[in-house]
């Protein structure tokens, strides 16, 4: 047996004993999320097909996996699902314009040694692309601090009824700022842990710290890294602004029921 069949058998059991139910389907969320990819990836090579369309449908399929399926429809998972994709929708535009803007599209000189043999003629638009990548790469973090925000401010509505709009947004905001900090070393150790091996390899060629910076490889990963940021900073206005909104007309129409 792999060690890749251990590892599944070893996620699975300490999701299961930790997570209970949720944890089993958090575990088959694992491979819809890599068929949905796989199959974004199929369409995003004919070059009939606008990459910018299948990534906002897979996007969208994606955060419905990630919420609804895991954790179920409810008022919580709602909210986090419009939160999530109207972020995604702000950020995919600011997106091309930055990946068109600092031309990092397309393949780096450290891969032409690899791809030299094939031709790069594919007829795919490569800027949209690129952006479709970063998104793709963003979309898990954006979810993640959507529901993490979402959730406990359903508890707090619920424990103080008659808490105002304002005060429900800060303290939603509140929870966001603890969380801001955290995901975004997240995402700047995943970069480095990933690409530990590129940034050995420089060090082995000589490269000097500008020629490493201005490597297109290395500033494709800091735009994806910092356009995540961007968008997990973004996500907890627009999470704590709707989540508000949301609980409270849910919340007057419970009143207006009873009455």
């Given at each position: 047996?792999?060690?890749?069949?251990?590892?599944?058998?070893?996620?699975?059991?300490?999701?299961?004993?930790?997570?209970?139910?949720?944890?089993?389907?958090?575990?088959?969320?694992?491979?819809?999320?890599?068929?949905?990819?796989?199959i974004?990836?199929?369409?995003?090579?004919?070059?009939?097909?606008?990459?910018?369309?299948?990534?906002?449908?897979?996007?969208?399929?994606?955060?419905?996996i990630?919420?609804?399926?895991?954790?179920?429809?409810?008022?919580?998972?709602?909210?986090?699902?419009?939160?999530?994709?109207?972020?995604?929708?702000?950020?995919?535009?600011?997106?091309?314009?930055?990946?068109?803007?600092?031309?990092?599209?397309?393949f780096?000189?450290?891969?032409?040694?690899?791809?030299?043999?094939?031709?790069?003629?594919?007829?795919?638009?490569?800027?949209?692309?690129?952006?479709?990548?970063?998104?793709m790469?963003?979309?898990?973090?954006?979810?993640?601090?959507?529901?993490?925000?979402?959730?406990?401010?359903?508890?707090?509505?619920?424990?103080?009824?008659?808490?105002?709009?304002?005060?429900?947004?800060?303290?939603?905001?509140?929870?966001?700022?603890?969380?801001?900090?955290?995901?975004?070393?997240?995402?700047?150790?995943?970069?480095?842990?990933?690409?530990?091996?590129l940034?050995?390899?420089?060090?082995?060629?000589?490269?000097?710290?500008?020629?490493?910076?201005?490597?297109?490889?290395?500033?494709?990963?800091?735009?994806?890294?910092?356009?995540?940021?961007?968008?997990?900073?973004?996500?907890?206005?627009?999470?704590?602004?709707?989540?508000?909104?949301?609980?409270?007309?849910?919340?007057?129409?419970?009143?207006?029921?009873?009455?």
């Amino acid at each position: 047996m792999s060690v890749l069949v251990w590892l599944a058998i070893i996620l699975f059991i300490l999701m299961v004993v930790i997570g209970g139910q949720k944890g089993v389907r958090s575990f088959i969320a694992l491979f819809f999320n890599f068929v949905i990819l796989i199959i974004s990836i199929l369409f995003m090579a004919d070059p009939s097909i606008d990459p910018i369309i299948v990534t906002l449908i897979a996007t969208t399929i994606l955060s419905c996996i990630n919420l609804f399926y895991i954790n179920e429809i409810n008022i919580k998972t709602k909210t986090a699902f419009i939160s999530t994709m109207a972020t995604i929708i702000a950020l995919l535009l600011f997106i091309i314009f930055m990946t068109e803007s600092a031309m990092i599209q397309g393949f780096s000189e450290e891969q032409i040694e690899e791809i030299k043999g094939f031709s790069v003629y594919l007829g795919v638009d490569f800027v949209k692309i690129a952006a479709s990548v970063i998104i793709m790469s963003t979309i898990g973090a954006i979810t993640d601090v959507a529901i993490s925000i979402s959730s406990p401010m359903r508890e707090i509505y619920r424990h103080n009824p008659d808490i105002s709009q304002k005060s429900l947004y800060q303290s939603g905001v509140s929870i966001g700022k603890d969380i801001l900090g955290t995901s975004t070393n997240t995402l700047f150790f995943a970069f480095f842990g990933g690409y530990m091996a590129l940034l050995i390899w420089f060090m082995d060629l000589n490269y000097s710290f500008g020629e490493i910076v201005n490597s297109k490889i290395f500033s494709g990963e800091m735009v994806t890294i910092l356009a995540a940021g961007i968008g997990v900073a973004l996500v907890i206005p627009i999470t704590s602004w709707v989540t508000a909104l949301v609980l409270m007309k849910a919340g007057a129409k419970e009143e207006e029921k009873e009455e």
